[in-house]
């Protein structure tokens, strides 16, 4: 009778996170990146990395402490992945969109990859 309660008690906590939380939320929360998508999350951080450290380099000014800011925050959801825990697409694809975007900022300002 105890392990009954326990599965209709854990039941209850699942579909209140899948409410509150959402479907895609809960979903990425119990997946497992590919072995592709760790390693292509290994060479975005090591991508954001990079570009951190050359923006580290200049004078600061709003605009670089931003892009940093920017690119700590794409960094953390590819660390996520790169420790066995999904991210949403939509959650790639702006931490892509962001790493992308300080590459080019970064190339105008000299960066040599």
């Known amino acids: 009778m105890r ?5 209709v008690i854990a039941g209850v906590i699942m579909g209140l996170l899948a409410s509150m939380a959402g479907c895609q939320t809960l979903k990425n929360a119990f997946c497992s990146p590919t072995v592709q998508e760790v390693a292509d999350a290994a060479d975005f951080v090591a991508n954001a ?3 951190v450290a050359f923006l580290s380099t200049l ?6 402490t931003a892009v940093i800011a920017a690119l700590k925050v794409a960094k953390a959801v590819f ?7 999904c991210a ?3 959650q790639q694809q702006a931490a892509k969109a962001a790493i992308q ?5 970064a190339l105008k300002l000299g960066y040599k990859p």
């Open 3 to 7: 392990i009954g309660k326990k599965l």
């Open 49 to 51: 990395d990079a570009l």
């Open 59 to 64: 004078a600061p000014s709003a605009e670089v």
């Open 79 to 85: 660390d996520q992945i790169k420790s066995g825990i």
């Open 88 to 90: 949403s697409p939509d």
């Open 101 to 105: 975007a300080s590459r080019t900022m």
